[in-house]
């Protein structure tokens, strides 16, 4: 069990009809491992999510979770993961306890080891004295620890997090970060999808980039930045953007290893940034403003994905 | 053959576990309470005023040679009518609910629960709020004199018939509906059975051309079968209205299941 990836996946497709959401990915995913998916939206993200959990079938491809086949042993497989979906799917008909027990239900826990594994549940997200209320006067980062409670209650070997921190204010993200954390720390596998660049770098061994159903590139968070972009990123503004954009951009190549001009401000890529301001400067170019930066897996992104705005 | 392939693939204790959701609703505060007591009062108050009250201005009634009051020829009609609405409402209005707007049935099949058993489930648990209705319904009839207590004893399976084949052609509707607009298609279409279906007239009063097509429509099927019952009239007739019924029960559920299958898992 130990060397055998627990999801692995070889030239894994989904089309709806004409359209192609997954053409072709190969993944392998280690026990314990924390893997994201990142990508812009309409990236394929989500449908190969719910291949992985055994929702959706896919159209040509191998797909194997934990050793067994995706498409013959859906029930077995999905017993054994926890899925935390995009949007919250809570039972507003229910209490926050009755949400845990009739889901552990499904599972096939006896009533009372459900009621134990609620409570203890509600002990880890912190819900505890909300156990008896109902799920609509939550708030946003309540109702998304119970989905993760939920998503724990067959004490499951994968748990899937679909975009799990979207919407929330930053003390909410930064506990159900320490939450999953703590869950990585138990040799929980965890597998999210985000387009939250530093949620990547917290919570992520490794990942890969999703653009048009295609996997673009794959690393730790480190190893992509020092692959796709340079150690630090020079941003400077000059007086008269945009029109004298293109200008100043022309006056600063060579710089760094790559010029990147935009509306409000020209990124400049280089391994050294005080060096570069030094050379900028000598260059007899006077910014209205600079401000030197380590290059993020943002950069990354933006240099795999392109900036435009896709919906 | 649809029985042997369905019970092949379903899990007693995952469809229990579909209907514990259900009761854990019950259990999580008053608000789904409501909603099951409210749908028993429809059919008693159509037996009061038109079958009691309309029923002093008709005086008797002779069908197929036997005199009744006209009472005790709606009577059977609103049981049947309260097992259908019984299962009706809760494999319409809750079942779409759930589907579309909830997203329970999302959150069920992340678990081993498959589409198949998400259906019979559902179904299980209309029937047993049908049932509620028509055993509440059946004392009423008996205490009012409106039927035998021992052939109301054998009315009540078939009663639970009723409800199973109303619950299964309600999923099956509800995985067709787009949004609540169709409610009203649905209401209306569910009215008219309720107004032709043998319910208030014998249907052999219409047009042969109508009469026929009432005997197409489940409603029908059920409120002679039911009032068959309740009179303690044995007719070979009975197991016919009662395959027909069956036969419903049974399409309605694999067609819903399929569909959950197309909605939720593509």
């Not at chain 1, 599972?107 to 002990?123: I, K, Q, T, V």
């Not at chain 1, 391994?271 to 993020?296: F, M, Q, W, Y």
Request: glycine share 10%.
């Amino acid at each position: 069990m130990a060397d055998q990836p627990l999801i692995y996946a070889r030239g894994l497709v989904k089309r709806f009809g004409e359209f192609t959401a997954v053409d072709g990915i190969d993944l392998d995913v280690a026990p314990g491992e924390a893997f994201g998916f990142l990508g812009p939206n309409g990236a394929g993200k989500s449908s190969t999510m719910r291949m992985i959990g055994c929702v959706s079938t896919p159209t040509t491809g191998e797909l194997r979770i934990l050793g067994m086949d995706a498409v013959h042993d859906g029930p077995r497989i999905r017993a054994r993961l926890g899925v935390c979906p995009q949007l919250d799917n809570l039972d507003p008909d229910l209490t926050v306890r009755e949400n845990l027990v009739t889901y552990a239900r499904y599972f096939g826990l006896s009533r009372a080891e459900s009621r134990r594994r609620a409570d203890e549940l509600l002990e880890f997200v912190q819900l505890g004295d909300r156990a008896g209320g109902k799920v609509e006067p939550l708030s946003g980062g309540m109702k998304r620890r119970l989905t993760i409670a939920r998503a724990m209650v067959n004490d499951p070997d994968l748990v899937l997090l679909d975009e799990p921190t979207t919407g929330l204010d930053p003390q909410a993200r930064h506990l159900l970060w320490e939450r999953l954390f703590r869950l990585k720390q138990r040799g929980t596998t965890l597998v999210l999808t985000t387009h939250y660049m530093d949620e990547a770098e917290q919570l992520c061994d490794r990942l890969v980039v999703m653009d048009g159903g295609r996997i673009v590139a794959e690393g730790s968070p480190r190893s992509l930045i020092e692959t796709y972009s340079t150690a630090e990123v020079v941003e400077v503004r000059f007086p008269g953007m945009p029109e004298a954009g293109p200008r100043f951009a022309a006056a600063l190549e060579g710089v760094g290893k790559r010029v990147d001009p935009l509306p409000d401000r020209v990124l400049v890529y280089v391994d050294d940034g005080d060096a570069a301001l030094a050379e900028i400067h000598r260059r007899g170019l006077e910014p209205s403003s600079v401000l030197v930066r380590r290059s993020t897996l943002e950069d990354v992104f933006l240099h795999l994905t392109g900036r435009t705005l896709v919906d | 053959m649809v029985t042997t392939l369905v019970a092949s693939r379903v899990s007693p204790g995952r469809v229990g576990a579909v209907i514990g959701r259900n009761v854990g609703a019950l259990r999580s505060g008053p608000s789904y309470w409501i909603v099951l007591l409210s749908g028993f009062f429809e059919p008693l108050l159509y037996l009061l005023s038109i079958g009691v009250g309309v029923g002093a201005l008709v005086g008797d009634l002779t069908v197929d040679g036997r005199t009744m009051s006209y009472a005790s020829f709606v009577a059977p009609a609103m049981l049947a009518v309260s097992a259908m609405s019984g299962a009706l409402a809760e494999t319409t209005f809750n079942f779409f609910f759930k589907l579309k707007y909830m997203k329970t049935f999302e959150a069920v099949l992340a678990t081993p629960v498959r589409p198949i058993e998400i259906a019979v489930g559902e179904l299980v648990w209309a029937i047993v709020r049908g049932s509620l209705y028509t055993a509440i319904f059946l004392v009423v009839m008996v205490a009012m004199g409106l039927a035998e207590p021992g052939w109301a004893v054998a009315a009540f399976p078939a009663t639970v018939l009723v409800g199973l084949a109303f619950g299964g052609l309600g999923m099956a509707v509800s995985t067709l509906m787009r949004g609540w607009q169709d409610f009203d298609l649905m209401g209306t279409g569910q009215f008219a059975l309720f107004l032709f279906s043998g319910t208030f007239s014998p249907v052999q009063d219409y047009p042969v051309g109508v009469e026929v097509l009432i005997q197409i429509t489940p409603l029908y099927h059920a409120v002679e079968l039911v009032r068959g019952l309740c009179m303690g009239v044995l007719e070979w007739g009975l197991l016919g209205h009662a395959v027909y019924l069956a036969a419903l029960a049974g399409a309605g559920v694999w067609f819903a299941s399929r569909r959950l299958t197309r909605v939720l898992c593509d």
